[in-house]
């Protein structure tokens, strides 16, 4: 079984940042893609940023120049540096990993627990 764990979220005025991280545990031999998505009050789940093993990054438009998504392989973590951050960034934020177990087995898409990001002055 494989945990993922968010943290860093909390209350933060408009224009404020925040680093939200996210380690998974468990049985891995590999992770692909790890990714955060986030959830508004009456909204559908929508992808903020998602990263490859190799480095390779993409971004929401609502989001490009003011977050930064980064990972270390060594330690899988993933994390999201939030600047300039505005209201409408008010959401759960979800950690997401692709996860193969074991040699050779497929991968599996896991998902964190969420941590609430509220910007609000």
């Known amino acids: 079984q494989v945990q993922l764990v968010e943290s860093g979220g909390g209350l933060v005025q408009p224009g404020g940042s925040l680093r939200l991280s996210c380690a998974a545990s468990g049985s891995i031999f590999s992770i692909t893609i790890m990714g955060w998505y986030r959830q508004a009050p009456g909204k559908e789940r929508e992808l903020v940023a998602l990263?490859?093993?190799?480095?390779?990054?993409n971004y929401a438009d609502s989001v490009k120049g003011r977050f930064t998504i980064s990972r270390d392989n060594t330690k899988n973590t993933v994390s999201l540096q939030m600047n300039s951050l505005k209201p409408e960034d008010t959401a759960v934020y979800y950690c997401n990993a692709n996860v193969s177990p074991y040699r050779g087995s497929s991968y599996i898409m896991y998902w964190g627990q969420g941590t609430q990001v509220t910007v609000s002055s």
């Open positions: 990263i490859s093993s190799l480095g390779g990054t």
